[in-house]
């Protein structure tokens, strides 16, 4: 039987996104103009129906926050920063391990919790959610 999230793939899918998405990759997701979350994946097609669906169930703080900003009329939007390059899974997996974390420390997405250190992407900084702050920029 298929999931939620696997009719919201093949939905994707059927519109016409597999060719922007369902590549290996770094991807983005925006309320209005500003990137709240940066993301990577094997294959972003998918990590984006997962996204729709959480956003949709409103199944994490980072979700409901979303899904409120939007019925307050900011859209939300994904997009790719980045495609990788290698072809060998070992080798993108630390190709777009090292590219998230540039664009992570580059745009410090509001709900990102996690932020990879610049020597090594593989350890990270972790920081809380401030839901007034997030709230205070698109509600206000």
Known sequence: MATYQDNMYHFLKR?????KYEHAGIY?????????YI????????RVAQHYVGI?????????IMSDIQRQ????TFGVLY????TNYLAIDWEIGEKEGEYIREYRPCLNTQIPKKENWQTFDVREIDEQAIYEQFLS
């Open 73 to 76: 009329g900011h859209p939300i």
């Open 15 to 19: 519109q016409g996104y597999d060719e």
């Open 39 to 46: 993301g990577k994946s094997t294959n972003m097609l998918k």
């Open 56 to 64: 949709r169930l409103r199944t994490k703080k980072k979700y409901c």
């Open 28 to 36: 983005f997701i925006q309320l209005g103009k500003t990137i709240v």
């Open 83 to 86: 495609y990788a390059k290698n």
